[in-house]
C-alpha cells in the first residue's frame, strides 16, 4: 500500500451473502369469494370453534342431566326387555320387520346397514362435481335426504309403540333384603308360578312389582294371591291354605333395611 493511493478492499466468495426467506403467506382468494378458503388457519379455526362449542354444549348437558343408571344386571330376569340407546332405536325397529328378522336376521343385521352406510360412504367418491349446491348435486343431496327420513321414521315408529313407563320400571332400582332361601315361606314361594315374574329375589320386573315392601299385610296379601289385582289373574296361587298363610307372612315381612 502506497501513501496517497488509497485502500483496496478484496471480496472473499466464500462468504455467503445474507439471505431473506420467504415467509408462508396464504395465497389471496380475494378473488373468489364465498368459493374457498386457506385451509390454514383460516379453515381450520372455523373448524376448531364449532367443535369447541359442540363440546363445551354436551360437556354442559352431562353435568345437568347425568346418565341415569339401572339396577345390577340380573341375567335370570327373563321379564326384562333391553333397549338400545335412542340414536340406534332406527335399527332395533328395522329388526322388526318380516324381512330382516327371524330366519332373515343376517338381512336385517348387516346386509341392509351395510348398504345404507357403505352408500354413504362411497357418495363423495361417485358424486365428485365442484358444485356446492344441493340442487346440482342431485345424487348426494338425495341419498342424504334417503337416509335422513330412514332414520327419522324409523326412530319415530320405534319411541311411538314402547311402553315407555314399563321400560323406566324394569330398570329402575329397587330396595333388596336379604332373603333366607332355606326359609319355609321363600320354599313355597319358589315353587308357585310367582318366581317367574316377580323374581328369585322377589324384586320385580317388567311384567310384574317388587314384593319387597309392600306395605300390605298378610291378609292382605292372600286376597291378592287368590283374587288377582292389576294384570295378575286369580288363582294363581296351586297350594293349601296353610302354605298360603305362610307365603302371606313371609312376603308382608320383607323390608328394606
Known amino acids: 500500500m502506497h501513501r496517497g493511493k488509497g485502500m483496496k478492499f478484496v471480496g472473499d466468495s466464500r462468504v455467503a451473502a445474507p439471505s431473506h426467506r420467504k415467509r408462508m403467506i396464504p395465497k389471496d382468494y380475494s378473488e373468489y369469494p364465498g368459493k374457498t378458503e386457506a385451509f390454514w388457519p383460516n379453515f381450520l379455526l372455523k373448524e376448531?370453534?364449532?367443535?369447541?362449542?359442540?363440546?363445551?354444549?354436551?360437556?354442559?348437558?352431562?353435568?345437568?342431566?347425568?346418565?341415569?343408571?339401572?339396577?345390577?344386571?340380573?341375567?335370570?330376569?327373563?321379564?326384562?326387555?333391553?333397549?338400545?340407546?335412542?340414536?340406534?332405536?332406527f335399527l332395533y325397529q328395522l329388526l322388526k320387520y318380516s324381512y330382516a328378522s327371524g330366519p332373515y336376521s343376517i338381512i336385517g343385521i348387516i346386509a341392509i346397514p351395510g348398504l345404507a352406510f357403505g352408500g354413504l360412504l362411497l357418495a363423495p367418491f361417485i358424486d365428485r362435481g365442484p358444485e356446492r349446491r344441493?340442487?346440482?348435486?342431485?345424487?348426494?343431496?338425495?341419498?342424504?335426504?334417503?337416509?335422513?327420513?330412514?332414520?327419522?321414521y324409523l326412530t319415530w315408529e320405534a319411541a311411538a309403540h314402547e311402553d315407555w313407563k314399563k321400560v323406566?320400571?324394569?330398570?329402575?332400582?329397587?330396595?333388596?333384603?336379604?332373603?333366607?332361601?332355606?326359609?319355609?315361606?321363600?320354599?313355597?314361594?319358589s315353587k308357585q308360578t310367582c318366581i317367574t315374574c316377580h323374581g328369585d329375589k322377589l324384586q320385580g320386573g317388567a311384567a310384574a312389582p317388587s314384593l319387597i315392601d309392600t306395605g300390605k299385610s298378610p291378609a292382605e296379601i292372600e286376597k291378592i294371591a287368590q283374587h288377582g289385582m292389576g294384570k295378575m289373574p286369580p288363582n294363581q296361587f296351586k297350594g293349601s291354605p296353610d302354605e298360603l298363610k305362610k307365603l302371606a307372612e313371609f312376603i308382608a315381612g320383607?323390608?328394606?333395611k
Open 134 to 152: 344441493p340442487m346440482k348435486r342431485p345424487f348426494a343431496t338425495g341419498f342424504m335426504l334417503l337416509a335422513l327420513a330412514s332414520v327419522i
Open 254 to 256: 320383607l323390608k328394606s
Open 168 to 189: 323406566h320400571d324394569q330398570g329402575k332400582i329397587v330396595a333388596q333384603v336379604e332373603i333366607d332361601k332355606n326359609s319355609e315361606g321363600y320354599k313355597i314361594f
Open 48 to 89: 376448531w370453534l364449532v367443535g369447541a362449542v359442540f363440546l363445551i354444549g354436551f360437556l354442559c348437558l352431562t353435568v345437568a342431566h347425568p346418565s341415569p343408571l339401572e339396577r345390577i344386571a340380573d341375567p335370570t330376569d327373563t321379564g326384562y326387555i333391553p333397549l338400545p340407546d335412542w340414536y340406534f332405536l
